[in-house]
């Protein structure tokens, strides 16, 4: 049972760093990155050049109403931070699924961003 766990581990860690190589984002177009847990759904705005986070939002925080991990917080979640981005005026993003396939959650927040003008 560990060495599933430990295979599982590995294969996701290289699924992110495939992913992830082919990525960078800069202070015209920062990267959106998206990280899941068990519980909760976070995303930032991340500037690679400087190594500076320029906006996040999660379903912790105060402006996403719904606290779980399902499509309705992830649409709530990408308007947040679809306007994050408006606010800082960018029009363009590199979208980080990170080890995630883009699917479920994902593409609903990706689509929510989508739904505010930003692009991708």
Do not use: W
């Not at 899941?36 to 759904?41: A, D, Q, R, V």
């Not at 994050?84 to 994902?106: C, M, N, Q, S, T």
């Amino acid at each position: 049972m560990n060495e599933e766990k430990t295979k599982d581990r590995v294969r996701k860690q290289k699924r992110a760093k495939r992913v992830r190589k082919k990525l960078r984002g800069t202070s015209a177009k920062p990267r959106l990155c998206v990280v899941k847990t068990n519980k909760h759904i976070y995303a930032q705005l991340i500037d690679d050049s400087k190594g500076v986070t320029i906006g996040s939002a999660s379903t912790l925080s105060k402006n996403v109403e719904i606290k779980k991990k399902n499509k309705e917080s992830a649409k709530k979640l990408g308007e947040a931070i679809g306007a994050i981005a408006k606010d800082k005026k960018f029009k363009e993003l590199v979208f980080d699924r990170g080890p995630y396939k883009y699917h479920g959650i994902l593409a609903e927040l990706a689509n929510s961003v989508r739904e505010q003008g930003i692009s991708f």
